[in-house]
């Protein structure tokens, strides 16, 4: 197991693309029906509040740092992580060496038609991707009993080796950590808005914006109503929460 960093409550392992890929694929091998979270800003703020949140976290095989003010914060304390591995960069990575090695997917989540185009473009992208599925699920389907068995039977009949749900946080991570025992998936991961990127439904930020950690503005200009809370009232709160751990470093000193 690779080491791990603790930071605002949690543990993320600190690991390189290419050594999650290595270390998603022994899971895969040792099919304990796991899943993987990702962690941002947004989700660091929502772990302090939500105990199920945290507890999703708590129990995930693979914590990787989705976000650059992450791998900021992690060189102030001292403790600095390899490097970002985001969901929408792990995504088409793990579809790639899955084309390569044989193992199958399925896409579940984002609106209707987009899991599936973004699931024809990867197909052309990687000659020999074994995508057994695509389903876009209608809103609120988390509440509807007969519509979760549906998707259940769906992915258990397709047997994927991975399953990526990306349906948004924590939606994504509640839905695998409930569910993860039956759906019999050897590896699920939350992926946010991979397949919006995929398809080209949201257009992501240029690399030079990624890398001085100026995505999240990116996105905000995209759809500036549904975001202006999260990144301008609620993520705020990481700042402080940032405060308390240098505090809690000096302490120590």
């Known amino acids: 197991m690779y080491n791990k960093i603790s930071m605002f409550g949690i543990e993320i392992n600190n690991v390189s693309m290419k050594e999650s890929i290595c270390y998603i694929e022994q899971l895969i091998i040792e099919k304990n029906n796991s899943y993987i979270v990702t962690p941002n800003v947004d989700h660091i703020v929502k772990l302090q509040i939500d105990r199920l949140f945290k507890e999703i976290y708590d129990n995930a095989s693979l914590v990787l740092a989705d976000g650059v003010p992450l791998i900021w ?35 579940l989540g984002a609106a209707e038609g987009v899991a599936y185009k973004a699931a024809q473009i990867l197909k052309n992208k990687f000659p020999g991707l074994k995508i057994v599925g695509t389903y876009s ?58 397949f919006d990127f995929v398809a080209g439904r949201i257009k992501r930020a240029p690399q030079f914006i990624q890398k001085i950690g100026l995505e999240w503005f990116w996105r905000f200009c995209q759809e500036p109503r549904r975001l202006f809370k999260r990144y301008f009232i609620d993520d705020m709160k990481f700042f402080f929460l940032l405060l308390c751990e240098l505090r809690k470093l000096n302490s120590k000193d």
């Open 73 to 107: 914060a992690s060189k102030l304390l001292g403790k600095p992580l390899k490097e970002r591995v985001s969901g929408a960069d792990l995504f088409p990575e793990l579809c790639e060496y899955a084309s390569k090695k044989g193992y199958s997917v399925f896409f």
């Open 137 to 194: 699920p209608p809103m609120g389907f988390e509440k509807n009993y007969e519509e979760n068995e549906k998707i259940l039977s769906m992915i258990r009949d397709s047997n994927p080796h991975i399953l990526f749900v990306a349906l948004g946080a924590p939606k994504q991570e509640i839905w695998m950590y409930h569910y993860r025992n039956l759906t019999k998936v050897p590896v699920s991961i939350g992926v946010g808005a991979s």
